[in-house]
């Protein structure tokens, strides 16, 4: 599937949410203040690059389970004696995992 890099919406949340943490009887940040992290916390919420995360997926191609087998099919169709074949006999990477 395609998708245009305007289509696309980023949702950018705070990763470490200590208000929301405070709210829930948890006063957290003290503990981080005290210990010097919060300069840690800062860099985790802080800036995040729309545009490079748009131009990341608008590119990305994923390769699953269909799609490997797709290939698998479409070799067999090629040439009728790779119905008989393993997969690595008819030189297909084996499919293991989705990949980004």
Do not use: H
């Amino acid at each position: 599937m395609r998708v245009r890099e305007d289509q696309l919406n980023v949702i950018k949340e705070q990763i470490v949410d200590f208000n929301a943490f405070k709210v829930n009887g948890f006063p957290m940040e003290g503990y981080f203040e005290t210990q010097g992290l919060m300069p840690f916390f800062d860099m985790l919420n802080g800036l995040c690059y729309m545009n490079l995360v748009k131009d990341f997926w608008v590119r990305a191609e994923v390769f699953n389970e269909i799609d490997a087998q797709r290939k698998v099919n479409a070799k067999i169709a090629e040439d009728k004696s790779n119905n008989v074949k393993t997969i690595a006999k008819i030189v297909l990477k084996v499919f293991t995992e989705t990949e980004v």
